[in-house]
C-alpha cells in the first residue's frame, strides 16, 4: 500500500506561481512513473506532467513552459507552477504506479482568479 499526500494548492492571481509537493510514504525509486493529473470543473481529469527519471519527463501542451516536475528528494514530488491562468483552475492529482497498480493522493484545489 502507498500513501501520497497533496500540498501547495490555494488561490493565486492570474500570472502568479505555486508550488505543489506530493509526499508518498515509500521511497519514488519503487514508484514509476509519477505524475501530477488534474480536473477542471465540469471537465475530465487530464494529465500535465509525468516523470519516469530526469531524462524521461514529459508535459500537457498547454502547460509547456510554464511548469517544471521534479523530484525534490526520494520521497517527494513537486510541481512549480508559473505564469498561471484561470484555465489552470483544477484539482490536483498525485500519482504513481507500481507494479500494475496506480495509486492516487486527495488531491488539492488550485484557482486562478482576480
Known amino acids: 500500500q502507498v500513501q501520497l499526500v497533496e500540498s501547495g494548492g490555494g488561490l493565486v492571481q492570474p500570472g502568479g506561481s505555486l508550488r505543489l509537493s506530493c509526499a508518498a510514504s515509500r521511497s519514488l525509486s519503487s514508484l514509476k512513473p509519477m505524475a501530477w493529473y488534474r480536473q477542471p470543473p465540469g471537465k475530465a481529469r487530464e494529465l500535465v506532467a509525468r516523470?519516469?527519471?530526469?531524462?524521461?519527463i514529459n508535459y500537457a501542451d498547454s502547460v509547456k513552459g510554464r511548469f517544471t516536475i521534479s523530484r525534490d528528494n526520494d520521497n517527494t514530488v513537486s510541481l512549480q507552477m508559473n505564469s498561471l491562468k484561470p484555465d489552470d483552475t483544477a484539482v490536483y492529482y498525485c500519482?504513481?504506479?507500481?507494479?500494475?497498480?496506480?495509486?492516487w493522493g486527495q488531491g488539492t484545489q488550485v484557482t486562478v482568479s482576480s
Open positions: 516523470i519516469i527519471n530526469e531524462d524521461l
Open positions: 500519482c504513481g504506479g507500481m507494479g500494475s497498480r496506480t495509486y
